[in-house]
């Protein structure tokens, strides 16, 4: 509840910002992904393992939109070293991805989206920094920072947006070295006499912020600042501008915020407006008036929903000042597990019990705490949600601001807010109530590919009918008109794996357009974490264990990787055929036109002066269809009938006819022919010369984990060395209350301390993780 002056009950005003804004969301859905990695630190060579959790941006619940999302793992010049392509059902999927053997060391960028989050721009995608040692480089730098970049970068955020004359504010600032790491320094505030105004002090990763009052406009005020090692770095602050709004929110009662704006005192009669809003729910609105240049807000703490709440004033419609605060949530879903011992042996059975406070779909992660995975936090689901999916750029350990209570880490949640609190629209277009363009749909049904024709000149072909085809014994096929800038889209459901690809336009009509396939995964605007710090000569203990896991893990695979099975549609587009033939049940012929005109009544075959064509007789319409019909050989479209006439008959194996007229896309076939030949493989048919072929990866293939078993005595006595260091991943854990769920998997011979992580997500939103750990002790 915000509080401040008696407000009356009133029909909705239809240009207040409130109002508007409800409109916003009401047009827009945000759609937000989480991976859970299954560990924070990696070497080169090592699989990453990961699970999609796709939810709405208002409620956190799962949102099962869209069916495909992308991964990605970008090093620090943001070039993509990994990609995937992932199926999501239900909301959810999971993956793995191939780090290559020679990637340096250094620290990299996993960014996860769909193709709806495309629309609001790479900031919003899912970005997680993680650890990646090259154990035969490990001191090399994956990328090496020009020598003429800045050695600190300090930079001052003053609340509310600017620092005005005469008006006491707070100023937040931020402070990293060129490598993007947090510093701890101290440091001052003068102006151009010299003379202090004030002292300051970062609290927590390189943030903080101090109180001042510029006296007068356009003042020049400096900041210096004793850096680590006693080094001094002096910098400006922003401009004081002479009129203006300033924002001072006071956190210092339990259940309430006063929020104080003040302006330069006027004698005309002011009201201004103050919107709350999280996520993509409106919490409150009011007005105060300005009262000798100032309006005061009291703010009910409990009334604010979990997250950021973004307080936004407004004079008029006209928006004047912003401020962000965030509430730690109260409620969580509650994960609990343990193992059923605090420590096993080499090559021992492990068994975790899990179990959670409402039902939830879980994934859990066991692996070694070694120096590099411990000097790595981990992602979890409620801090990103909550809090690092709302803000921009780097958040060092987002987990922190829910692990500590303190009022110190209250603090540093506000000094947070004041530099890289942000919000996922524009107000102009919320108050004209015209959103952006979005340009991307979502992928409901499965993968959509798209292309682009052009011309010889390299001008967009607009209007161009365009056909995709995955041949084979399960074809794919798809058509496309072409818009005015040269784009075509196929939709592709079940689209795995590596397989052919044909795009081509009609080769009797359109053969001299050039056609392109375009990527999928978005280029440029990934997140730039701090890069990989010299490693500690502590370290070197971890790091060989490491070098001989990777070389172990490689010489010795136990097992070469295994995949699950993915959905697959024997039946072809047209659904089942009036007619079909399986050619071996007759008579074989040596032409194929003896065994059309012979076996398949339902299609005519004439000849004209350019060759043969095909007829579809529609019987139940008593007519027959006057063009060619769409054949297809394998799923590949044949446009040239004589091409068809000449491919030996003894190569197919079936045939089916759709004996009327068949719409597709936006397009309109008399009918339809298909051969399907006995391997799927288009029996050596010529391939059109103008096509676009190439083998293309559509969605990944869900890949088991796989971890070795020790049931027997001959397997525990193997002497093939097991050195692994992640001893479990699970993607799928279904968790109900009152049922504890019990997994069991066998240790290593690597001894340790291991990390058990779970994270969950309830149908209701509530997001819950949970840590806890067990030790393998080495043989006697």
Do not use: C
Not at 664 to 686: E, N
């Amino acid at each position: 509840m915000l509080a401040s002056a008696p407000v009356r009950a009133q029909a909705p005003d239809s240009a207040a910002p409130g109002y508007r804004l409800r409109q916003h969301y009401r047009r827009t859905l945000t759609e937000q992904l989480f991976l859970h990695l299954d560990r924070p630190a990696y070497t080169a060579g090592e699989t990453m393992w990961f699970k999609a959790y796709a939810v709405d941006g208002a409620a956190h619940r799962p949102l099962a939109m869209s069916k495909v999302a992308y991964v990605e793992v970008l090093d620090a010049a943001q070039r993509p070293v990994a990609q995937a392509k992932i199926a999501l059902t239900d909301a959810m999927g999971h993956g793995a991805l191939e780090l290559p053997a020679d990637l340096a060391s250094g620290r990299y960028t996993v960014r996860a989206y769909t193709n709806w989050m495309k629309n609001a721009g790479p900031d919003f995608y899912f970005q997680q920094p993680v650890a990646i040692l090259n154990t035969w480089q490990a001191s090399a730098p994956a990328t090496q920072l020009s020598s003429s970049a800045p050695a600190y970068d300090l930079q001052f955020f003053p609340e509310g947006g600017q620092l005005v004359r005469g008006l006491p504010g707070r100023v937040a600032f931020k402070l990293t070295d060129r490598q993007g790491h947090s510093l701890a320094a101290t440091g001052t505030v003068t102006d151009a006499q010299g003379t202090t105004l004030a002292t300051f002090h970062t609290l927590k990763f390189g943030l903080g912020s101090f109180l001042l009052t510029p006296a007068t406009a356009g003042a020049a005020y400096t900041a210096t600042v004793k850096l680590p090692g006693g080094a001094l770095l002096t910098s400006k602050l922003p401009a004081v501008a002479e009129q203006g709004y300033a924002v001072l929110l006071t956190d210092d009662n339990p259940n309430s915020l006063t929020l104080a704006v003040q302006t330069q005192p006027t004698a005309a009669t002011e009201r201004l407006h103050l919107l709350a809003h999280t996520g993509q729910q409106l919490t409150a609105t009011t007005e105060a008036p300005l009262v000798a240049g100032r309006a005061t807000f009291q703010v009910d703490k409990r009334a604010l929903l979990p997250g950021i709440t973004h307080f936004t004033i407004f004079s008029g419609q006209r928006p004047v000042a912003e401020r962000l605060f965030f509430r730690r949530p109260t409620h969580a879903l509650q994960l609990q597990g343990s193992a059923t011992a605090a420590a096993y042996g080499p090559r021992s059975r492990v068994r975790l019990q899990l179990g959670a406070s409402q039902p939830a779909a879980a994934s859990l992660a066991v692996y070694r705490l070694d120096s590099l995975a411990t000097a790595m936090p981990a992602a979890d689901i409620s801090s990103y949600l909550l809090l690092a999916a709302d803000l921009k750029g780097f958040i060092e350990d987002a987990g922190y601001y829910f692990r500590d209570s303190s009022a110190t880490a209250r603090q540093a949640a506000d000094n947070l807010m004041l530099t890289q609190g942000w919000r996922r629209f524009k107000w102009d277009e919320v108050l004209t109530g015209r959103p952006a363009a979005s340009p991307y749909p979502p992928e409901l049904n499965g993968y959509v590919l798209h292309g682009r024709l052009s011309q010889a000149s390299g001008a967009p072909a607009s209007g161009i009918p365009a056909y995709l085809s995955l041949p084979g014994l399960s074809f794919q096929f798809a058509n496309s008109l072409s818009r005015p800038d040269g784009t075509v889209q196929f939709e592709l459901p079940d689209f795995y794996g590596l397989r052919k690809l044909v795009l081509q336009t009609n080769s009797q009509r359109d053969s001299t357009y050039r056609l392109a396939l375009l990527s999928p995964f978005t280029t440029g605007g990934g997140l730039v974490p701090p890069g990989l710090a010299p490693l500690p000569r502590q370290w070197a203990a971890s790091l060989s264990e490491r070098h001989l896991q990777t070389q172990a893990q490689r010489a010795y695979a136990m097992q070469p990787p295994r995949y699950g099975a993915v959905p697959y549609d024997t039946l072809a587009f047209y659904g089942r055929a009036e007619e079909w033939y399986l050619l071996d049940h007759y008579t074989r012929f040596p032409l194929l036109e003896d065994v059309m005109r012979e076996y398949v009544p339902g299609v005519l075959v004439r000849k004209r002066k350019d060759g043969f064509h095909f007829l579809v007789v529609d019987r139940p319409k008593h007519i027959t269809l006057q063009e060619n019909p769409l054949t297809l050989l394998d799923g590949l479209p044949i446009f040239n009938i004589n091409q068809i006439m000449a491919f030996d008959p003894l190569k197919i194996r079936k045939l089916e006819v759709i004996a009327n007229r068949y719409f597709l896309g936006q397009q309109v076939y008399d009918g339809v022919v298909s051969y399907t030949t006995y391997k799927g493989d288009l029996g050596g048919f010529p391939l059109n010369p103008h096509a676009l072929i190439e083998e293309y990866e559509g969605l990944q293939a869900p890949r088991e984990f796989y971890t070795p078993r020790y049931d027997t005595e001959a397997q525990q006595h193997s002497r093939l060395p097991d050195l692994r260091n992640l001893l479990y991943w699970n993607p799928d854990v279904q968790l109900a209350p009152s049922q504890p769920q019990a997994l069991d998997f066998f240790s290593s011979d690597q001894a340790g301390r291991y990390l058990v992580v779970v994270q969950g997500l309830a149908p209701t939103g509530l997001a819950g993780s949970t840590t806890f750990s067990f030790e393998v002790k080495p043989a006697l």
